[in-house]
């Protein structure tokens, strides 16, 4: 099922790539990568400090940046897998977000947001381009 890129569809992609490219940022300052200025800030952010926060911090942001980076260039391709992968995507993150909010820090109910409108929006214009493609035929 190939989807046309509207405005809407445009959006939802930039925003992941805005999304994406923050939970690669901070994944990178995490570890350090970014300086130790950056690993401490974002460390006295936790309600909760991890002792190494590779594993249940960086690791998780790394993979949630990258894939959201590919399904949200399939969106503005236009193809079916990014229109399902940042659905799939977009579950996961809040999950892990959901996860990180009872284990971390409670603000991370703020990561919910935009995976969630994602979810919605996707589905609405799935299922009207499904019944658009029925009344066609």
């Known amino acids: 099922m190939?989807?046309?890129?509207n405005l809407g569809m445009t959006v939802v992609a930039l925003m992941a790539m805005a999304q994406s490219a923050l939970r690669l940022y901070f994944g990178l300052g995490t570890i350090g990568v970014l300086g130790s200025d950056m690993e401490a800030q974002l460390t006295t952010l936790l309600e909760n400090p991890v002792t190494d926060p590779l594993?249940?911090?960086a690791i998780p942001f790394f993979l949630l940046g990258a894939f959201?980076?590919?399904?949200?260039i399939g969106l503005l391709a236009g193809r079916s897998w990014g229109v399902y992968g940042t659905i799939?995507?977009?579950?996961?993150?809040i999950?892990?977000?959901?996860?990180?909010?009872?284990?971390?820090?409670?603000t991370a109910v703020m990561g919910?947001?935009?995976?969630a409108i994602f979810i919605?929006?996707?589905m609405i214009a799935s299922y009207r381009s499904k019944q658009a493609?029925?009344?066609a035929a």
Do not use: E
Request: aromatic share 8%; net charge positive.
């Open 2 to 5: 190939k989807h046309k890129r």
């Open 120 to 122: 919605i929006y996707l």
């Open 55 to 57: 594993l249940p911090l």
């Open 68 to 72: 959201g980076i590919v399904t949200a």
């Open 88 to 93: 799939a995507l977009s579950a996961v993150t």
């Open 133 to 135: 493609k029925g009344a």
């Open 95 to 106: 999950i892990y977000d959901a996860w990180a909010m009872a284990a971390v820090q409670c």
């Open 112 to 115: 919910m947001v935009l995976p």
